[in-house]
């Protein structure tokens, strides 16, 4: 049976009394078929525009690592005692920075970063609760913003290039900006301490304390119940940092 032969009358109530049967119109048929079809155009037309919404999504979600907020796996300060101890060792940083050579205009910019990173760190460790997370992604780029500083004061050319990419990463990948530049800082730590016999103990003593740090703060994320290991890294990279000031000098 088609539509159309639903809406003729039926001949059986034909002559029956009271009964009186009105003929369809097939333009009613025809109107509710193409507002039916007009609604299915427009409810697919929906479901296209939806589609074509959700892609810049379902790209930003699947952007690569390098892309994506650091995620840090510190755990945080257990007690109040290595809270103090945190803070205290977060210090030296800012009495660098305070006598850091002042020579020139780079030497400067990383000289007042140095005391950045001290005061970032002691907020960061001194706070508790959802501030916390945004303070330790202020300390990663406060130390990463040093190293790009440190990289600017020992060679006032840097590739222009490189700096861009450093200050687009530097938010969402401090720590890969700060692998890259410490790589270039050691490299030409080595050259200078090469050609210059009176950086030699210095160098010796930076690689040491470079060696203690990496191995402090990878043992700070694979023992977190470990007392103490966060405030041995701070030491040690305060350490490596004041034997840096010697290349500036």
């Given at each position: 049976?088609?539509?159309?032969?639903?809406?003729q009358?039926?001949k059986s109530?034909?002559?029956?009394h009271?009964?009186?049967?009105v003929s369809?119109?097939?333009?009613?048929?025809?109107?509710i078929?193409q507002?039916?079809?007009?609604?299915?155009s427009?409810?697919?037309?929906?479901?296209?525009?939806?589609?074509?919404?959700?892609r810049?999504?379902?790209?930003?979600h699947q952007r690569?690592a390098?892309?994506r907020?650091i995620h840090?796996?510190h755990?945080?300060?257990?007690?109040f005692?290595?809270?103090v101890?945190?803070?205290?060792?977060?210090?030296?940083?800012?009495?660098?920075g305070?006598?850091?050579?002042?020579?020139n205009?780079?030497?400067?910019?990383y000289?007042?970063?140095?005391?950045?990173v001290g005061v970032a760190?002691?907020?960061?460790?001194?706070s508790?609760?959802?501030?916390?997370?945004?303070?330790?992604?202020?300390d990663?780029?406060?130390?990463?913003?040093?190293?790009?500083c440190?990289?600017?004061?020992?060679?006032?050319e840097?590739?222009?290039?490189?700096m861009?990419?450093s200050?687009f990463f530097?938010p969402?990948?401090?720590?890969?900006v700060s692998?890259?530049?410490?790589?270039?800082?050691e490299?030409?730590f080595?050259?200078?301490?090469?050609?210059?016999?009176?950086?030699?103990t210095?160098?010796?003593v930076?690689?040491?304390?470079?060696?203690?740090?990496?191995?402090?703060?990878?043992?700070?994320d694979?023992?977190?119940?470990t007392?103490?290991?966060?405030?041995?890294?701070?030491l040690a990279?305060?350490?490596?940092?004041?034997?840096?000031?010697?290349?500036?000098?």
């Amino acid at each position: 049976m088609t539509p159309e032969s639903a809406f003729q009358p039926s001949k059986s109530l034909t002559g029956l009394h009271g009964v009186h049967l009105v003929s369809h119109s097939s333009f009613s048929f025809q109107d509710i078929k193409q507002n039916h079809d007009s609604n299915e155009s427009s409810s697919g037309t929906g479901i296209v525009n939806i589609g074509i919404n959700k892609r810049p999504m379902k790209v930003w979600h699947q952007r690569p690592a390098c892309l994506r907020p650091i995620h840090c796996c510190h755990t945080g300060d257990k007690n109040f005692a290595e809270t103090v101890v945190n803070v205290l060792t977060s210090l030296p940083f800012i009495a660098l920075g305070l006598h850091a050579p002042r020579k020139n205009l780079n030497c400067r910019i990383y000289a007042n970063s140095l005391i950045g990173v001290g005061v970032a760190s002691s907020f960061y460790h001194a706070s508790r609760g959802k501030l916390r997370k945004y303070l330790r992604w202020a300390d990663y780029t406060m130390i990463a913003t040093t190293t790009v500083c440190l990289s600017r004061a020992i060679r006032s050319e840097n590739p222009k290039l490189l700096m861009a990419a450093s200050a687009f990463f530097l938010p969402i990948q401090p720590l890969m900006v700060s692998a890259v530049h410490t790589g270039m800082m050691e490299v030409a730590f080595a050259k200078r301490a090469y050609e210059d016999p009176d950086l030699r103990t210095a160098h010796n003593v930076h690689k040491v304390s470079s060696l203690l740090g990496g191995a402090l703060f990878i043992a700070d994320d694979l023992l977190p119940q470990t007392p103490f290991l966060h405030a041995g890294w701070h030491l040690a990279a305060a350490l490596g940092v004041s034997t840096c000031n010697k290349l500036l000098q």
